[in-house]
């Protein structure tokens, strides 16, 4: 059942990130499932090496949608996205 509950968090996530970066037109619901679960990890990652340690859903929720919308800049960058 935890998976089913990280799969859809992770596609909320994504999907929250592709409409901040404007990408939400280019990426599918699997993109913005792995994205979520990617950026996440990347978020906590990060946080956890500046010493952030969220206690609360809020703050965990916003420090996952932070670590997938830094990856979709990154992915970006690196040429993943198509300018229109």
Do not use: C, E
């Not at 956890?48 to 670590?67: C, D, S, V, Y």
């Amino acid at each position: 059942m935890s998976l089913i509950v990280s799969l859809i968090i992770g596609g909320l996530v994504g999907w929250l990130a592709s409409i901040v970066m404007k990408t939400n037109a280019q990426m599918g619901m699997i993109a913005n499932v792995l994205v979520g679960l990617v950026g996440s990890s990347l978020g906590f990652w990060l946080a956890g090496l500046l010493g952030i340690a969220p206690a609360g859903g809020i703050l965990r929720f916003g420090i996952a949608i932070a670590g997938a919308v830094l990856l979709i800049f990154i992915l970006g960058k690196v040429g993943f996205f198509r300018k229109k």
